[in-house]
């Protein structure tokens, strides 16, 4: 398998960007990765079709130490705009090497290491403008942590990840974050 091209898509989420990375593979698979830097996506954009993508294509992503390693001693000072570059590649080559062995990323890094992983609403403000706007959406943010559901602890959540959970299916979409669906 040989990564045959980089993608790039910046997504506008209101008050920031969410810049994303998808490697395309030769066998037809393809791995996403996040690269966003808040106010240095377009920096970070430019880094991964002009000089990440040089560096991945035409390449295993199995083998990842050796390109990333390569990356990273290559990229002199970067700092934070290089080094998001490289990640948001790297997190898409985790991804092609999960869907190629058809195993979560988790397990190819070392297993699973906590049953409940906290998490709290962010991002909840997108779109709004008006003070009264802010308002709204974060008492329906309140009303929302509130809610009665696996391991719920005042405003953040703990999740509780079922048997298989990092599968598509496994995941529902609510306001503000993802969050595992409880199969207890």
């Given at each position: 398998?040989?990564?045959?091209?980089?993608?790039?898509?910046?997504?506008?989420?209101?008050?920031?960007?969410?810049?994303?990375?998808?490697?395309?593979?030769?066998?037809?698979?393809?791995?996403?990765?996040?690269?966003?830097?808040?106010?240095?996506?377009?920096?970070?954009?430019?880094?991964?079709?002009?000089?990440?993508?040089?560096?991945?294509?035409?390449?295993?992503?199995?083998?990842?130490?050796?390109?990333?390693?390569?990356?990273?001693?290559?990229?002199?000072?970067?700092?934070?705009?290089?080094?998001?570059?490289?990640?948001?590649?790297?997190?898409?080559?985790?991804?092609?090497?999960?869907?190629?062995?058809?195993?979560?990323?988790?397990?190819?890094?070392?297993?699973?290491?906590?049953?409940?992983?906290?998490?709290?609403a962010?991002?909840?403000?997108?779109?709004?403008?008006?003070?009264?706007?802010?308002?709204?959406?974060?008492a329906?943010v309140?009303?929302?942590?509130?809610?009665?559901?696996?391991?719920?602890?005042?405003?953040?959540?703990?999740?509780?990840?079922?048997?298989?959970?990092?599968?598509?299916?496994?995941?529902?979409?609510?306001?503000?974050?993802?969050?595992?669906?409880?199969?207890?």
């Amino acid at each position: 398998m040989k990564i045959k091209r980089l993608e790039t898509f910046l997504a506008n989420a209101g008050l920031r960007n969410y810049l994303f990375v998808r490697l395309v593979t030769d066998t037809g698979l393809a791995g996403i990765g996040e690269a966003s830097l808040e106010w240095q996506d377009r920096a970070v954009e430019v880094l991964l079709n002009e000089w990440v993508a040089d560096r991945v294509v035409g390449r295993d992503p199995f083998d990842i130490e050796d390109i990333v390693g390569g990356m990273v001693r290559d990229q002199y000072q970067g700092g934070a705009t290089v080094m998001t570059a490289i990640s948001g590649a790297e997190i898409a080559m985790w991804d092609l090497i999960g869907k190629a062995c058809g195993q979560p990323v988790y397990r190819l890094i070392g297993g699973r290491a906590h049953e409940i992983v906290h998490a709290y609403a962010n991002g909840w403000y997108g779109g709004c403008r008006m003070p009264a706007e802010f308002a709204a959406r974060a008492a329906a943010v309140a009303v929302a942590a509130s809610a009665p559901r696996v391991g719920s602890t005042g405003s953040s959540t703990s999740i509780r990840a079922p048997p298989g959970a990092g599968a598509p299916d496994d995941r529902e979409r609510s306001p503000g974050s993802w969050r595992f669906l409880a199969t207890e």
